[in-house]
């Protein structure tokens, strides 16, 4: 039947596909499933297409003459990456910068955590196709340390790993801090049970001696290492008054509860209009019966997004809030503090480990500070970015702080892998998100898709005649295929910018 022939059948088995590492222990559940989904001629190379099988969504792609299956929810929030960007065998989520690679459903890039359900293509003769798939779980995951540990067992470190925090959870999604207020633990302590990660909680670093290899906490206990990773992180400007009972930071769980309940029916002034101040100014909106957004600077995100973007989300409203020069006296119940990143590196003064003059600490492609087995990451860490010419950048993005984990890891394991990820952000304003990739500073010129005034845009940042970085509202995946080329080192000219042939972006 030439018909038959040339239709693309779909087969879910309980094989386990061999191009998939498995992380030890992982779990199995499968079924069984065949189905016609679609002609062969459906789908050219470096094309993709969502398919229904047994109830289930898969993504079915063909590169490079070869066709594979996997799941089509970004591990990460869930976006369907059928709307992403396809680039070889590297599938970007149209959303936060994760990246995939389509044969074998692994993480590429942060922020996803697990890889993909992978499903094995089988081309039987003629033109038909079996797609043979199994499912399973865990794989890569969390900010710096976190990630460090599971890159650990993932490439079968067998020695003890431990990790230290001053905080009384277990590691969480700080993104969501200034977002949503639900469960924002990244494992269940049975994930850590399983993979024998000790996580010590309430415990904080006051010294480090790299000379005898040993860390000293504040409950008077030593304990040594072999090697160590050091993702403090950063916290916000300590004001006078901080101590104050209604003058609130955003860094814990615990400051965000606090940060809800005293704002509830409160007149409320944030102090900070880059990405944290915006953020907790929008989740405020309706809850609070007036907020007052504080700025140093003429336009929010000025020095982050640049002025085009900032003045047309102060006139478009997408934020109800003024943004105040100085000179005025405004009563307030509650005043939020979201300024500044200072790095947690206090404990680290006396110590051998270089920092800069505001005490970032320095580190090579490979995460290793000066001293030997003494590895940084996250936003406590300085490092060459690539993408940037190697200049020396300290960047706080949640899913850079997880590349840093992941390298940090490697290179602990003695493979030599360096550092080659661009950096992602993204920020939600009254459920609208902003996507940012790419490295911004002293950006000359921009270029604009759509128009500000539609809410729906994208903004192209060059300079000396290349895009360094994207920015975009409503314009998927505009940003992810900047975030492709800028991976791939594939320069993005200014002409091509400037061009009304907007293919390149593969917006759907
Ligand atoms: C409110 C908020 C919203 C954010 N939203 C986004 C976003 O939307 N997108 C994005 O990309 N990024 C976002 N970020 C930034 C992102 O969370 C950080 O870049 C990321 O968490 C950095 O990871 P890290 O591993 O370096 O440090 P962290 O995740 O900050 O972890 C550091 C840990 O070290 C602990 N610690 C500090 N000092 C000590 C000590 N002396 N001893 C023991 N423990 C110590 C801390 O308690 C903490 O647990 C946001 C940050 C905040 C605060
Ligand atoms: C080094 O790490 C990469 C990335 O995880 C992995 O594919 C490779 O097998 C590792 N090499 C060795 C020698 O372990
Ligand atoms: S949903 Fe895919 S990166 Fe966030």
Redesign the pocket.
């Known amino acids: 039947n030439d018909e038959l022939k040339q239709e693309l059948f779909l087969a879910w088995k309980t094989d386990v596909c061999s191009a998939c590492v498995e992380f030890p222990g992982s779990e199995e559940s499968s079924e069984e499933v065949t189905e016609v989904v679609c002609l062969e001629s459906d789908l050219q190379d470096g094309q993709m297409m969502e398919v229904e099988v047994g109830r289930q969504t898969v993504l079915l792609a063909r590169t490079e003459g070869k066709y594979s299956a996997i799941g089509n929810q970004c591990t990460h929030y869930g976006a369907p990456l059928s709307q992403g960007v396809l680039s070889g065998h590297r599938l970007y989520c149209p959303w936060h910068g994760s990246c995939f690679n389509v044969l074998t459903g692994d993480v590429e890039e942060f922020p996803g955590m697990d890889c993909l359900p992978c499903h094995k293509v089988q081309s039987l003769v003629f033109r038909l196709f079996s797609i043979v798939s199994i499912k399973y779980q865990m794989k890569i995951t969390g900010?710096?340390?976190l990630s460090c540990a599971e890159i650990l067992r993932q490439e079968h470190f067998g020695g003890r790993i431990i990790i230290?925090?001053?905080?009384d959870l277990l590691p969480y999604d700080?993104?969501r801090?200034?977002?949503v207020h639900d469960s924002i633990v990244l494992r269940k302590s049975e994930f850590f049970h399983q993979y024998d990660i000790e996580v010590w909680l309430r415990?904080?670093?006051l010294s480090v001696d790299t000379d005898r290899k040993s860390v000293t906490f504040n409950d008077g206990s030593v304990h040594s290492y072999d090697q160590l990773l050091i993702?403090?992180?950063?916290k916000g400007l300590d004001v006078p008054g901080r101590k104050l009972k209604n003058v609130m930071m955003?860094?814990?769980p615990e400051d965000a509860r606090r940060i809800h309940s005293a704002c509830v029916g409160a007149n409320v002034v944030v102090v900070g209009t880059s990405?944290?101040g915006m953020?907790v100014a929008s989740y405020l909106i309706d809850k609070a019966i007036g907020i007052t957004v504080i700025g140093s600077s003429e336009l929010p995100y000025q020095n982050t997004l640049g002025r085009e973007i900032g003045k047309m989300l102060s006139e478009k409203e997408v934020l109800a809030c003024i943004v105040l020069k100085s000179g005025k006296v405004i009563p307030t119940d509650v005043l939020i503090v979201g300024i500044g990143s200072y790095p947690?590196s206090q404990?680290l003064q006396g110590s051998k480990v270089k920092m800069d003059s505001k005490n970032f600490v320095l580190v090579d492609k490979f995460m290793r500070t000066n001293v030997p087995d003494v590895f940084c990451?996250?936003?406590?860490a300085i490092f060459p970015l690539v993408m940037a010419k190697n200049h020396l950048v300290n960047i706080?993005?949640?899913?850079?702080?997880q590349a840093h984990g992941r390298i940090a890891a490697l290179n602990m394991m003695n493979n030599a892998t360096e550092l080659a990820s661009v950096p992602f952000?993204?920020?939600v304003l009254l459920g609208k998100t902003i996507r940012y990739a790419g490295h911004g500073e002293g950006y000359t010129e921009i270029a604009i898709k759509g128009t500000f005034e539609e809410q729906k845009f994208l903004v192209l940042y060059i300079k000396e005649d290349v895009v360094i970085a994207a920015a975009s509202l409503n314009y998927d995946p505009a940003v992810s295929a900047v975030a492709e080329r800028l991976v791939t080192g594939r320069v993005i000219t200014k002409k091509e910018a400037q061009s009304d042939d907007l293919s390149w972006l593969q917006l759907s």
């Not at 230290?164 to 905080?167: L, P, Y």
């Open positions: 900010a710096a340390s230290v925090t001053k905080d700080k993104t801090l200034s977002k415990k904080e670093a993702s403090t992180g950063s955003l860094e814990t990405f944290v953020e947690n404990f990451g996250g936003d406590l706080g993005h949640w899913q850079m702080a952000y993204w920020t």
